[in-house]
């Protein structure tokens, strides 16, 4: 199975810079890449799918980039909204999808 | 706007089975192109794919679960659900019921549900 990592495990990033988050696979995926939002108690969200696709409705703020093992999500400028757990998943190896462990976006 | 809920016992004993139905609202389970699927998150730990149900009814489970795991669907009452037997303690986790696109990502989830598995 593919082993996704995610870094860091905590980002702190002020309100309005950038976040850069990072996701890495044990092999390749292609672009078979997606990027979640998740606040404590509610459900995630899709932000990203193909590596770089913005699901419905998402704020032109997030991006995202790469292909193979190695994948990005900026977030351009940071709102309050944003400072949840982010998490991405590859869809190309399976059975099982598998996911990274998450990123923490916190308030520095 | 579609959403899931899942609903079950929130503590389960060890050995017992643990049960839990998926309600989707917003959209019919009774469709093809998504599979429903169900994905745990143990504490402090990553997620973990356990498998899906299609609207055929055939279903595919983790490999790990395989011998534990069995999903069915019920359309008429717009629900899915998952039984897992034996529990253990490696079993408590918030379980989340999804829609899964299987090729463009998870585009519905439940907000999750935690299952306690302790006597």
């Known amino acids: 199975e593919i082993v996704m990592t995610q870094s860091p495990a905590t980002l702190s990033v002020s309100p309005g810079e950038r976040a850069t988050l990072s996701c890495r696979a044990s092999?390749?995926?292609?672009?078979?890449l997606a990027w979640y939002q998740h606040k404590p108690g509610q459900a995630p969200r899709l932000i990203i799918y193909g590596a770089s696709t913005r699901a419905t409705g998402i704020p032109a703020r997030f991006s995202g980039s790469g292909s193979g093992t190695e994948f990005t999500l900026t977030i351009s400028s940071l709102q309050s909204e944003d400072f949840v757990v982010y998490f991405c998943q590859q869809y190309d190896n399976w059975p099982p999808w598998t996911f990274g462990q998450g990123t923490k976006v916190e308030i520095k | 706007q579609m959403q899931l809920q899942e609903s079950g016992p929130g503590l389960v004993k060890p050995s017992q089975t643990l049960s839990l139905t998926c309600t989707v609202s917003?959209?019919?389970?009774?469709?093809?192109?998504?599979?429903w699927s169900w994905i745990r998150q143990h504490p402090g730990r990553g997620l973990e794919w356990l498998g899906y149900?299609?609207?055929?009814?055939?279903?595919?489970?983790n490999p790990s679960l395989k011998s534990r795991l069995t999903m069915s669907l019920d359309p008429s009452k717009n629900q899915f659900s998952l039984n897992l037997t034996s529990v253990t303690a490696a079993d408590t986790a918030v379980y989340f019921c999804v829609r899964d696109r299987f090729g463009d990502g998870i585009d519905y989830w439940g907000p999750g549900t935690l299952v306690s598995v302790s006597s």
């Open positions: 917003g959209g019919s389970i009774n469709r093809g192109g998504y599979y």
């Open positions: 149900i299609y609207y055929s009814g055939s279903t595919y489970y």
């Open positions: 092999q390749s995926v292609g672009t078979n």
